[in-house]
């Protein structure tokens, strides 16, 4: 399911978007996207994007910071301090 943005909305999420992950310019007042980012701006308003609850992004946050290497077991400590760093992002 995936949850689409209302026509009245679009100025309001690009603003919020751009403040998020926008690139402060060193002499500018702007925060020009990166073209991954635009990309990635545009499909969001098009298409809309799925909602996930905190325990499935932090899920997903884990496996992308190496708590999984397949077969081959990783120290406890390295995961344990992995996982601190995520839980204190959020």
């Known amino acids: 399911m ?4 209302p026509p009245q909305y679009i100025i309001a999420v690009k603003d919020r978007y751009v ?11 702007i925060k020009p996207l990166d073209p991954a980012d635009e990309i990635d701006l545009e499909r969001l308003v098009k298409v809309g994007c799925d909602l996930m609850p905190h325990s499935v992004m932090n899920e997903h946050m884990f496996d992308e910071y190496m708590t999984y290497s397949g077969e081959l ?12 760093l995520i839980f204190n992002a959020f």
Request: a positive charge; glycine letters at 4%.
């Open 73 to 84: 077991q990783l120290p406890a400590e390295m995961i344990a301090r992995v996982r601190a």
């Open 2 to 5: 995936s949850a689409s943005v």
């Open 19 to 29: 403040a998020m992950c926008g690139k402060a310019h060193p002499t500018l007042l």
